[in-house]
């Protein structure tokens, strides 16, 4: 396991786990920056410095996204990610995402997966910040932050994924690449379950994601428009298969 603390607004750290597999811990502060830090321990960190002076709600977009990922992202690549790979292809993306969030609160931030997909199998070059065209985002809100919300607009509240417990509001934002965030109707700390059970969910009700694209990065980290010292994502793995 790794451990160490990451200071840049652009950091990032390989993190190695049993079995040769790797995943990447990255700072990514890449709206504003002001001396965040990111202390890790194997698959957890924890934020520190968040400013407070939280982005205006007319901005829309937070400061960053501190996360864990695996798959190939700013020039970082990780190992035993077995991706990309064909959704079609997929049999399960088994996960973990855990935090320390009911000590925090649902204000200025969220918990929440950011899940690429591509339109090919080529794995994304280091100056590439989106899917690019014919791709799509898939991502999984713990909670709905009392001030924020996800792209686009609620389109179905109360919806049943099936294999995942609980009920989530699904949000479609449809411009290029499209994005689908499915969000918890009720606040959680974290979830253990089956990533393909979304991915199945949104190609089957055509949110954006389709059986012809490639799951390209799973991340499982924090947006913050503002606060949130010592948010911590206390557990994370993601397996591909």
């Known amino acids: 396991m790794t451990s160490g603390t990451i200071n840049q607004q652009f950091g990032a750290a390989p993190i190695g786990v049993s079995g040769g597999k790797t995943y990447y811990l990255q700072s990514n502060w890449w709206q504003t920056y002001s001396n965040e830090t990111e202390d890790f321990s194997g698959l957890s960190f ?17 400061m960053g996204f501190p996360s864990i990922f695996i798959g190939q992202y700013a020039g970082n690549g990780t190992t035993g990610s077995n991706l990309p790979k064909l959704v079609s292809s997929i049999a399960s993306v088994p996960t973990i995402y855990q935090t320390n969030n009911s000590s925090i609160g649902l204000t200025n931030h969220n918990a929440a997966y950011d899940v690429w997909f591509t339109q090919n199998a080529t794995p994304l070059s280091s100056g590439q910040s989106n899917p690019g065209a014919g791709g799509a985002y898939l991502m999984v809100w713990m909670f709905k932050p009392t001030d924020r919300q996800p792209r686009g ?26 994005c689908v965030s499915y969000v918890s109707s009720t606040p959680i700390d974290g979830l253990e379950f089956d990533l393909n059970d979304f991915i199945k969910d949104a190609v089957s009700n055509s949110y954006g994601v389709t059986s012809s694209m490639y799951l390209s990065i799973v991340f499982g980290g924090f947006e913050i428009w503002g606060g949130a010292e010592g948010i911590q994502l206390t557990q994370f793995c ?4």
């Not at 520190?48 to 977009?61: D, I, L, R, W």
């Not at 993601?238 to 298969?241: E, L, R």
């Open 46 to 62: 924890t934020v520190h410095n968040p400013q407070n002076a939280s982005v205006p709600e007319s901005n829309g977009a937070p």
């Open 153 to 178: 607009s609620d389109v179905h509240a109360g919806h049943s994924v099936t294999g995942v417990s609980g009920k989530w509001d699904v949000w479609i934002d449809t411009t290029s690449p499209p």
């Open 238 to 241: 993601a397996t591909v298969n």
